[in-house]
Structure formats: structure tokens, C-alpha cells
């Protein structure tokens, strides 16, 4: 049975699909059967996994319309090592498309059902908002990794998104948690970044995953290269510890 996991957060640039492609790369690494599932109409995890966003066929977008299954959009990144269900921006009009269909927010869900057997893990990369598409993503999840910078408005942020999950547990979704907060972009020099991440432990525990994603250049050159920063440069600090990250969530799923 996969274990399905968002990674969401509402503010744009703070890692989510950095965080997305280079832990599917690195669970794939580790033997891990994985499905990277491209929410966000600007199809950048789908490119950064080696998928060309302009010439696929079918997408995510098919699925949530019904007109294909999972099975018949995902392609499989060779490079990688995992499955895409891509996205490009035909994506933006399915939140229009969807305003007057049952069941809208559990279109992702049911169509991931039939694939459950196929794949250990399936990781959603989220838009930076709590749109349709997101609801999509949180309804089919088990859970969600909220990547997150430390920086001075970082726990203030978090506040809508911890309210979206109890609101989406309370009413749509029993089975969905947060799994856990990711630091990113960490540098232990910057003081401030200490002292917000001593907070988030304070307050979140054990929430607050062991890895820390360090800032790390090859992770931001990488996407230019169609490729996670673990495949384009697995020697990278950011590509060992996302591999690390990567063995952390297989260890915490077991505990699941
Ligand atoms: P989001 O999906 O939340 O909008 P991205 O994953 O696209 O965020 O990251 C935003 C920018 O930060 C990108 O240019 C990305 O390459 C860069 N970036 C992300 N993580 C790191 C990191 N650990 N070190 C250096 N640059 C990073
Ligand atoms: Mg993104």
C-alpha cells in the first residue's frame, strides 16, 4: 500500500518542489517504487524531473477531468528513477472546470486508489496556495511535509496552514497529519536561523524532522538541468542530506 504525502506550504519559493523531486530522487535511491505528482500549473517539479511539460500527452490535469487514468499519464523518468504525473499550465483551468462537479476535492484520491499497489510512496508538489488543487492534494494524502525556512515570519506562516490540515482532518480527510516540519535553505551561521529553528523544536517536538536541508547551490542549479540536485550531483551537501531526509521518512512511515 503507498503512502501518500503532500508537500505544502501556502508561501511560494520556500522549497517545496526542491523538496519534492530530491526526495522522490532520493527514495528512489534507497529502493523505494515512487510517484511524483505535479500539482502546481507551473509544471516546475514536473521539468525538474527530465519530463519536457510541453510535449506531454496526457497530465494530471486529465485525471482530475476523468479522461485518463494515473496509470495512462504517468511517464517514467529513467534518469530518476521514479514515475511523473506531470503538469503544465493547461492545470490553471482545472480549478475553473471543476467549480460545478461532485466530489471535486477527491478526484487526486480516487484516481491514486487505483494505483495503490504500485508504488511504496506517492509525493504531491503543492501550489504556493489552498486552492482546489491543493484541497486535491490533502484529500488523498496520509500526511503532509511542510517545508520551511527559518527565518523571522516562518512560524506566523504557519499558522493558516496548520488550520487548512485541522479543517481538512475535521471534514474531509481522517487519515491526514502533519508528518513533519523540514528546515531548508539552513545555514547554522546565520544566528536568527539558529534561534527560529530552537523555536520550532520548542514548539512543534519531534514534528520538526532530524534532517536539516542545508542551502546548497548544485540543489538551486540542478532544475536548469532537468534533473534533482541528488541525480545531477549526489555528492552535493544538499543531495546527501535530502538522501538522508529520504531514510528518515522510510523509518518513519515504518512507525506509521
Ligand atoms: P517552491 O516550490 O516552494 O516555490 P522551490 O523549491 O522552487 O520553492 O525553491 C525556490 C528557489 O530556492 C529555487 O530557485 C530553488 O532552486 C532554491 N532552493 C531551494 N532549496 C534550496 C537549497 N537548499 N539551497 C539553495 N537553493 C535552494
Ligand atoms: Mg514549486
Redesign the pocket.
Known sequence: MAKIFC?A?Q???????????NLAAGLAKVGQRVLMVDL?P?G??TM?SGVDKRSMALSVYDVLLESATVQEAALFSEKCGYHVLGANRELAGAEVELVDVERREKRLKTALAAVDADYDFVLI?CP?SLSMLTLNGLCSAHGVIV?MQCEYFALEGLTDLVNTIKQVHANLNKDLQIIGLLR???DPRITLQMQVSDQLKAHFGDKVFDTV???????????SYGLP?VVFDPGAK?SQ?FVTFATEMVARIDKM
Not at 508561501?11 to 523531486?21: D, E, P, S, Y
Open positions: 508537500v506550504n508561501k511560494g519559493g520556500v522549497g517545496k518542489t526542491t523538496t519534492t523531486v502546481d507551473q516546475n517539479a525538474g508538489d504556493p517545508p531548508v535553505m539552513f536541508i542545508p542551502r546548497n547551490v548544485r540543489l538551486a542549479e540542478a532544475p540536485g544538499g542530506a
